[in-house]
């Protein structure tokens, strides 16, 4: 019932771009903060993005800022990921997460959250 699906990730190539959604079902976005979480192969789960519970404040992963944008649309029940300038080593597995409780700089440092999604794969060829 409780569910957050990612949709939107693929093949592309570097310099290209996504965008990454990840709509909620069962409850509502305007209760909770959201971010998204990457993870490669043999590598570490790691925070890219959060957002507040009203979108007020962001989180970005040094190795993401300036490329990547976080946004929400709580009337959608909606989060996306505007990725720009993709790099190989942006290649992981992306899940969107909520939590109620943890801000949004504590989610995304402490990879910690009460509710995810599946993941949507992203590939970055060079």
């Known amino acids: 019932q409780v569910q957050l699906v990612e949709s939107g990730g693929g093949l592309v190539q570097a310099g290209g771009s996504l965008r990454l959604s990840c709509a909620a079902s069962?409850?509502?976005?305007?209760?909770?903060?959201i971010g998204w979480f990457r993870q490669a192969p043999g590598k570490e789960r790691e925070g890219v993005s959060c957002?507040?519970?009203?979108?007020?404040?962001?989180y970005y992963a040094d190795s993401v800022k300036g490329r990547f944008t976080i946004s929400r649309d709580n009337a959608k029940n909606t989060v996306y990921l505007q990725m720009n300038s993709l790099k190989p080593d942006d290649t992981a597995v992306y899940y969107c997460?909520?939590?109620?409780?943890?801000?949004?700089?504590?989610?995304?440092?402490?990879?910690?959250?009460?509710?995810w999604g599946q993941g949507t794969q992203v590939t970055v060829s060079s």
């Open positions: 069962g409850f509502s976005l305007d209760y909770v903060h």
């Open positions: 957002i507040s519970k009203f979108g007020g404040t962001t």
């Open positions: 997460a909520a939590d109620a409780v943890r801000n949004a700089q504590n989610m995304c440092t402490m990879i910690r959250a009460r509710y």
